[in-house]
């Protein structure tokens, strides 16, 4: 076993959670974030002390209070860490599995913590594997391309191509600026497989949106907890 793998024994039952519209965190994959807000300072404070996890999860503006979340989120490893000048952390969390909220729990120092049910999500402790091959990557390259051109993104082909199947999705998943139903969809695609084919359609539905109505495509296409 890899010296910082994670078993489903280690996993931890409660934990912060950082609440960030569009913002993905998928297993294996790594998100850097910067962290400037007191009670994020404080939870990352607090997160060094004590297994280096917390969560990421997404706001669901379906709730009109302004606090509600999905259902599914991710937990992360805090692999790296700095601090600036100005007072500000710099870090990286490593992917390590989804969960679903069981119960929310009384706030401390500020941020907001949950109970988790790990349940639905055992393969995501599994080492990494290729998408299977109803997964067509040259569809989904080409179909990246387009969408590239029309963001006005330039990208590392090379480094792209060379990228195992189930990293290229994750990757992709992650850093696209998608809206935050597409993602939350990305999140809760159940396999590899079925993530590849909703991040292709998310890939597709904007390339070639007509209208301008790229930037809402996701609330009645993809169902989200």
Known sequence: MPAF????????????IFPLPGALLLPRGKLPLNIFEPRYLAMT??????GRMFAMIQPDARHPDGTGLYRIGCLGRLVSFSET???????????????????????????????????????????????EQCFDRATLLTSLRGYFAHRGFEANWDAINQM?????VVTLSMVCPFEPAEKQALLEAPTPTERA???LACLQIETHAVGGDAADPAAGRFRVS
């Open 5 to 16: 793998e994670t078993r489903a024994e280690d996993l931890p039952g409660e934990f912060p």
């Open 197 to 199: 084919q909703v991040l």
């Open 85 to 131: 000048d100005d007072g500000r952390y710099l870090i990286t969390l490593l992917g390590v599995s989804r969960f679903a909220v069981a119960e929310e729990l009384p706030m401390q120092r500020g941020y907001r913590r949950v109970r988790a049910d790990y349940s639905e999500f055992a393969a995501d402790l599994e080492p990494a594997r290729e998408v």
């Open 45 to 50: 404070e607090d997160a060094l002390a004590a």
């Open 164 to 168: 195992p199947d189930e990293a290229l």
